[in-house]
Structures are given as C-alpha cells and as structure tokens.
C-alpha cells in the first residue's frame, strides 16, 4: 500500500505562490499514475492535476491551467504541484492520491474513484 503525505500548504494573499509537495512510499512506482484533486467547504473534491510516474503525460483542470504545474521527482520520490496567481478561489483542502496502472484517460484519472490511495490533506487559503 502507498502511503502519501502533503506538504506545503499555507495562507497567501491573491496573485500569490505556493508549492505542495506530496511524499511517495511503499512502492514502486513506474507504473503509478498521481493526482492533485482539492475541496472546498461544502463541495465535492475536483480534479486539479495528474502526472504518470514516468513524466511522459501531464494533465489539468482548466481552472488552473497555465497557473499550475505539477512534476515529480524520482530521487526524492515526490510529487509537487506549484501554484502560480493564486486565486481566492483556490482555497480549499488539497490532496494526493494515487493509482495503478497506465490508464491514461482523462475520463478515468480525473475521477477521485479511480485511486486508491489518499493523503490527508494540506489546506491552502487564498485571500483577497
């Protein structure tokens, strides 16, 4: 079983930057697929970026596109979203997740259904 842990998360003004960091363990991951997905107070949790473990594809929601970008880092076996022009509309709880396999099909990896394994959350609060 993987297990995730988020870094990274804080308070910052409108236009603002920050950079989540998500920690990989207990696996081997080439053929993992990872995920940013977020939620904010009474909403359902959204797809905000994915990555396969070979860096090979790169997907976003459009709300962040061109203001995220997420990588990995296979020495440090991370996963790192950096978040550019922060948007008070940004501001939720932010997670890692992780999935198997090389279904790279945005119908599939968008949804928080297909991973199974789940970080417990960094909050990120975005003000005007």
């Known amino acids: 079983q993987v297990q995730l842990v988020e870094s990274g998360g804080g308070s910052v003004q409108a236009g603002g930057s920050l950079t989540l960091s998500c920690a990989a363990s207990?696996?081997?991951?080439?053929?993992?697929?990872f995920g940013w997905f977020r939620q904010a107070p009474g909403k359902e949790r959204e797809f905000v970026a994915a990555?396969?473990?070979?860096?090979?594809?790169?997907n976003y929601a459009d709300s962040v596109k061109d203001r995220f970008t997420i990588s990995r880092d296979r020495a440090r076996k991370t996963v790192n979203l950096q978040m550019m022009s922060l948007k008070p509309d940004d501001t939720a709880l932010y997670y890692c997740?992780?999935?198997?396999?090389?279904?790279?099909?945005?119908?599939?990896?968008?949804?928080?259904?297909?991973?199974?394994?789940w970080g417990q959350g960094t909050q990120v609060t975005v003000s005007s």
């Open positions: 997740a992780a999935m198997t396999g090389f279904t790279w099909v945005r119908t599939v990896y968008t949804k928080p259904d297909a991973y199974g394994s």
């Open positions: 207990g696996g081997f991951f080439s053929n993992y697929i």
């Open positions: 990555i396969r473990w070979d860096g090979r594809n790169t």
